[in-house]
């Protein structure tokens, strides 16, 4: 073969590589415009976000009611098409928030209150469930398959709006490790049996023994995955005692273990659930260094606000105003269905609870009543319903008005609810302090004036010395009682005083170690000395936690 002949068949062999790499550079084109059309929609989400932070907290509005709104709000302006992808939350951002919840839970406080949190996460769930379903039935003239999916849809508690009313008035903590474990192990019970109410729509058959037998697979199944895969990663947390590290080995046990359970056929809420538990109160609380758990406590503390912030911006960006206003009459049914089942549920159950454990006080079963809030997981399930299921656009329109209502109205009025009740009430102790308070801003306030006084002249200097003595006899006394009480901190607590004294003592040792932070950055000292500071920092802070 001639130099000419193998000249040309490579020529030949590569005639249609022009081609190819024009529709290369066309994909990479077109995906280079998606990139940069996802990246524009981020970016006003996370400016979204921050405006309605902002706004949240100069109105005293809860940050998740107004991300709902300023969903609805945006929704014409952006560019594409985003809403909610029922995949991504359940494989993605719902086991964050499970984990997060869980590996902030105390087990101690979990036990002692255990009963109350069974009760409404187990029998409660089934009654609220099954009344909603029944009203909504024959409210609405559904089969009972799709009915009773609409009971067990709006039978899910969301905890977050909940939560962050408690941060602003402040509760008693046994009431709030009741609303975060009911939460925890409501969601794993409820989508247990979504699973099991999909499975007899796609099947169209349905027994009790076996239905009750899958019930039961499926739980112990989760919570024994969930107890190797956290005694195994509560090992690794101890031997690899680097923040970096143990942040990355947290992801994939929250990630990892939600997927397991699903491979075997078993929860994987209920597994995260678990794993969370044991890695919270064994791997991080118990094993971990002082820097190593400031880190991990950080990390998914930050993830999960973010996902949150994604998760019910998305929720307002899903839901459509005339859909919403066409289906109000089978919404406002559907609110009162699942109003009318947690009554029911809640009431009754924490009233026999007296006979074999601490009774609930009425105010806080008030609380636990008024805060069903519904959430994300409920737009998800909402969003999983088969496609086979007769009605199913009517039904998620039916559900997402109903979460869309929920998160507005309830969780707008519930601040203003939980201050009526009065739950945690003004102890001596808090009264005392906000005493002391009052006079050292007064005091301070008219040494500011006198200042202003004397050099505009209005003031001669011995009298502003005078005056200015009198005033500070006052600051020293205040200063001095209010040092006194935050060095004592009472070991009893008081309420929400003993949290607000932490507050204060967490915001200097936070100065402390950010001082020392930059001092490293600018090589003024040297690592280790750095080091051996914030460590020392750290246990103080992790103190303030633990107690």
Known sequence: MSFIQIVMGLMTSLAPFPHLLSQIESGTSAQSGRVEELAIILIILLLVATFVAI????????????????????????????????????????????????INTDISRLRSTIVPISLLAGPGLIVSFGVTGLVVKFGLGLDWIPALLVGVILAVTDTVSVI???????????????????????????????????????????????????????????????????????????????????ILLSVAVALGTFQL????????????????????????KQTASASNRIALYSFWEYAGFGVNTFIFL?????????????????????????????????YPLLAILKWFDRPIPL???HVLFLGNIKGSLSMVMALTLPATLEGRSQLIALLFGAVLLSLVGQGLSLPWLVKRL???????????????????????????????????????????????????????????Q???????????????DRGKLDAVWRQV???????????????????????????NLDQQLLKLEDD
């Open 363 to 365: 105010r806080w079963k």
């Open 482 to 496: 209010l040092r006194d009480i935050y060095n004592i901190r009472p070991e009893n607590g008081e309420g929400g």
């Open 314 to 346: 998305l929720i307002g960006l899903e839901i459509n105003p005339l859909t919403l206003w066409n289906t109000l009459p089978a919404v406002l049914l559907a609110i009162f269905a699942y109003q009318l089942g947690r009554l029911l549920s809640v």
């Open 164 to 246: 962050a009313v408690f941060k602003e008035v402040s509760v008693p903590s046994r009431l709030s490790t009741i609303v975060n474990g009911e939460s925890m192990f409501n969601d794993g019970v409820a989508l247990v049996i979504f699973t099991l109410l999909v499975n007899v729509q796609i099947m169209g058959s349905f027994s009790f023994l076996n239905g009750l037998q899958q019930l039961l697979i499926v739980i112990m199944g989760g919570t024994i995955i969930g107890l190797m895969v956290g005694y195994l990663s509560s090992g690794l947390l101890t031997r690899y005692d680097d923040g970096l590290t143990s």
């Open 261 to 284: 359970g699903q491979l075997l056929g078993v929860s994987g809420v209920v597994a995260v659930v678990v794993a969370g538990l044991l890695v919270g109160n064994i791997g991080i």
């Open 55 to 102: 706004f949240s907290r100069q109105f005293k509005i809860p940050y998740v009611a107004g991300l709902v709104l300023a969903g609805l709000a945006i929704t014409e302006f952006l560019p594409g098409n985003i809403g909610l992808d029922s995949s991504l939350i359940l494989n993605l951002f719902l086991p964050i928030l499970v984990f997060e919840a869980a």
């Open 422 to 480: 009065n739950i945690q009430e003004v102890s001596a102790f808090r009264q005392r302090i906000q005493e002391l308070q009052a006079q050292l801003m007064a005091a301070k306030a008219a040494q500011e004036e006198l200042n202003n006084l004397l050099k505009s002249g209005v003031l001669p200097k011995s009298i502003y010395e005078e005056m200015r003595a009198s005033y500070q006899v006052k600051i020293a006394g205040a200063e001095k």
């Open 509 to 535: 040792l936070l100065a402390e170690k950010s001082a020392l932070n930059d001092a490293l950055r600018k090589q003024i000292l040297s690592e280790e000395i750095v080091q051996n500071q914030v460590n």
